[in-house]
């Protein structure tokens, strides 16, 4: 071993100085002769890391581990004559050194002797004996020569590997440095994002790649995380989500002690497919939608949820990726099935079916239904003798190849109601339905619907001063968790489906009732901290719908760090209310006493007929059904008001019938006035004929007019009742799962 190395040796432990001056021990694997360096090894994070350092640096940090300069320098030894005997005697000897500073280094046995420096000085004078060597010949001072050049030739090709070496470590320095500029130290949740940061180093990463299988299911739930936008980046808000495998989802809720101690609560989900905000469209729609195809050729129903917080992601993930307010359709899922759709058209076993396929685009707007497709027509939702839901006068679009679906989709997109609410400026408010049908004949072969649900404000608009967008958050809330009831429903197959309690589930109706039904989900997520609380009921309802269990192995820690006592508790199947044998106990004796934290101790069902003293009707008996199911999350100060909308919506639309129907009569009273006055202009006109006629025109008008206004009455209270109801809402949390 060179001397130069002192006292380090392979496996010892010295002081290191990394690049944004901190000092801390590293383990010794190995030296480096050629260029006085050594290579030194530590564990930061879970992670091995090392480095080359030269030994100026690491004796100037261990002192102790540095040559003695005596025995370095041999003052008692007598330095060597130099003479052209001994620069001859360099020369033919160039296996023992390279670089010319090693050339002056001692022989074997003097490095055994400087080794122990114990030695005594006479040893150590003592000079080993030599032979004088003889001049060279002409011969070998050419082959020296040549020899020479050689190795001059290496020690470019070593200079070389040291300037690229030397480079690469200033490139990766200022990339620390530029990181270390990045993270700015006076952020006001700097210490959050550490313990963030902290937390993920001790996870072993396994996210959904293309390799993995897609399997097979009734209901599928998965869900996507966006990355951060600019709004968010801009206020230096935090990502507070982590996907770190394909089925689990974790949030890193920030926490404040009673001591003010900050500290992250990490609340784990698992689902049966979770996107991290690298994925792309087609990625999901490989493992959401796509296997949903097929299933409308074997004359099945289809249907593909996109569900989540306004803002994150849903018009994204459907209809397509935005550039600015311009949307590219082609991305979108809608497109992405179209195009499958016309694939498997072209099969053998399709082909001789002679399938037609169909496009219809309608939107739903506080309770109404409007057609994207025909200038926003308003639409009647009506059960025929069948028991089966018609949307009377909505326009289906033949559709012949994917550009022709793009073209309605884009006419759709330009028509569909959006506003601003508590969670986003520009917000769409509705629930938009494109459906793609296959027909055989004339005859519904199968039918795929794609929805992009309105943002799930989750009552934080029903409490508005604005009575619209009380309006309008009510029907989308209580849309929402009928749609959650629904699924629920069809995947254990129960006899009941709550499907009139809102017009989306009513008019989805036949994509949950049959055995060949299938239904996927796409929850969409905000990362942003400010939108944590959001994000927590979006998991929250998409857990709901399949009731996933999670225990702390299915948490992807790494074998050198971490720690599952993190994690907060684990949410098993049993923790959810009601269970299905609940359920079904409470549909078997609807007075039994609900038993839930805090709750009434009578019935709901009983407590909302003395309170309105309703009239029983299928919308509802499956809003009470509803509640029932759902008391952790609508109080019945939120149910009441549930009721008093419904109540509105329903008298609206008959004020609104009968308001027409009134002009409609006034019209033919106009004519039947003027025939009257006609028979005035006559000279000898009937007297006794005219009064009668004009008291029988204006008796119609009075009994029409007055049952009108009554109606106009009972609404306007309806109104006052739900101003009243909205003011009175104390929605219930959902219970810690």
């Known amino acids: ?38 290579t030194v090894e530590w564990i930061e994070n879970g992670d091995t890391k090392g480095k080359e350092i030269d030994l100026e640096s690491i004796f100037a940090l261990n002192g102790d581990l540095a040559p003695d300069e005596e025995i370095v320098q041999s003052p008692e030894t007598p330095p060597p004559p130099i003479s052209s005997g001994v620069k001859a005697n360099r020369i033919p000897k160039p296996r023992q050194t390279i670089a010319p500073r090693k050339n002056e280094t001692p022989s074997r046995d003097n490095r055994i002797t400087v080794g122990t420096t114990r030695a005594r000085p006479s040893q150590q004078a003592e000079p080993p004996p030599s032979a004088p060597a003889p001049p060279p010949t002409q011969q070998q001072t050419l082959q020296q020569q040549q020899n020479a050049r050689r190795k001059s030739h290496c020690v470019k090709e070593v200079e070389k590997l040291q300037e690229k070496r030397e480079r690469r470590r200033l490139q990766q320095q200022e990339l620390r440095e530029k990181r270390a500029q990045e993270v700015d130290a006076t952020m006001p949740n700097y210490e959050i994002m550490c313990m963030i940061r902290d937390f993920r180093a001790s996870l072993d990463y396994r996210p959904l ?7 097979e299911h009734r209901i599928c739930v998965c869900v996507r995380k966006r990355p951060l936008n600019k709004k968010e980046l801009t206020v230096k808000d935090l990502d507070v989500i982590t996907i770190p495998s394909k089925d689990v989802v974790m949030v890193h809720e920030p926490k404040q002690k009673v001591d003010l101690t900050r500290y992250l609560e ?12 690298s994925t792309t469209n087609e990625m999901v729609y490989r493992f959401t939608a796509r296997p949903l195809v097929e299933t409308i050729f074997e004359r099945g129903m289809a249907t593909c949820f996109a569900y989540g917080q306004t803002g994150s992601g849903k018009t994204h993930t459907m209809g397509g990726d935005f550039s600015g307010k311009n949307q590219d359709c082609s991305k979108g899922i809608y497109a992405l099935a179209a195009r499958d759709v016309f694939l498997m058209l072209k099969k053998p076993n399709y082909k001789k079916l002679e399938l037609q396929v169909f496009a219809t685009f309608f939107e739903i707007y506080s309770g109404k239904v409007f057609d994207l497709l025909n200038r926003k027509a308003k639409l009647r939702v009506l059960e025929d003798g069948k028991q089966q839901v018609q949307v009377v006068g909505l326009q289906e679009r033949e559709v012949r190849c994917t550009e022709d679906v793009l073209k309605l989709i884009e006419v759709g997109n330009s028509c569909r109601t959006s506003g601003q609410t508590s969670a986003n400026a520009h917000s769409s408010r509705s629930h938009a339905v494109f459906q793609i049908i296959v027909r055989r004949r004339g005859k519904m072969h199968g039918k795929f619907s794609l929805i992009d649900l309105a943002g799930n404000e989750r009552g934080a608009d029903t409490s508005s001063a604005d009575r619209q967008t009380r309006l309008e958050g009510a029907e989308i809330n209580k849309s929402l968790l009928a749609l959650k009831e629904c699924i629920r429903a069809l ?29 996927c989900m796409i929850a969409t997520i905000s990362p942003g901290m400010a939108s944590c609380e959001n994000t927590l009921n979006t998991l929250r309802y998409a857990n709901r719908v399949k009731e996933f269990g999670i225990s702390p192995s299915d948490i992807p820690f790494s074998q050198t760090g971490g720690s599952r006592a993190e994690v907060s508790p684990t949410y098993e199947e049993e923790d959810f209310t009601p269970l299905p044998n609940r359920m079904e106990e409470m549909a078997g004796d609807p007075g039994m006493v609900l038993e839930g934290h805090g709750g009434p101790s ?13 009239g029983s009707s299928p919308q509802r008996d499956d809003l009470k059904l509803l509640c029932e199911q759902n008391e952790e999350e609508v109080s019945p100060q939120l149910f009441t008001f549930h009721e008093c909308v419904s109540q509105l919506v329903e008298m609206e639309e008959q004020v609104l019938e009968d308001h027409r129907a009134v002009f409609q009569e006034s019209i033919r009273w106009l004519e039947d006035e003027k025939v009257l006055l006609e028979m005035t202009e006559e000279v000898d006109y009937d007297v006794d004929s005219y009064g009668t006629q004009l008291e029988q025109i204006l008796d119609q008008k009075i009994e029409i007019l007055t049952e009108l206004r009554d109606k106009v009455k009972s609404f306007r209270s309806a109104l006052q009742e739900e101003e009243q109801a ?9 219970r810690p799962l």
């Open 491 to 519: 995947g254990r197959n129960k006899p009941h489906t709550p499907f009139r309690a809102s017009k989306l589930t009513q008019v989805l109706r036949d994509s949950f009732i049959g055995e060949n039904s299938r239904t």
């Open 1 to 38: 071993m060179a001397s130069f190395f002192g006292k380090i040796l392979v496996g010892i432990y010295v002081e290191i100085k990394r690049s944004d001056g901190r000092i801390h021990q590293a383990m010794v694997t190995s030296l480096n002769e050629d260029n006085e360096s050594v």
């Open 209 to 215: 790649t293309t390799a993995d299988l897609i399997e």
């Open 266 to 277: 990490n609340q784990t989900f698992r689902f049966d497919y979770a996107f991290d905000d």
């Open 726 to 734: 909205s003011k009175q809402i104390n929605p219930k949390r959902p």
């Open 602 to 614: 009578l019935s709901q069902l009983e407590v909302l007929e003395a309170q309105w003293a309703m």
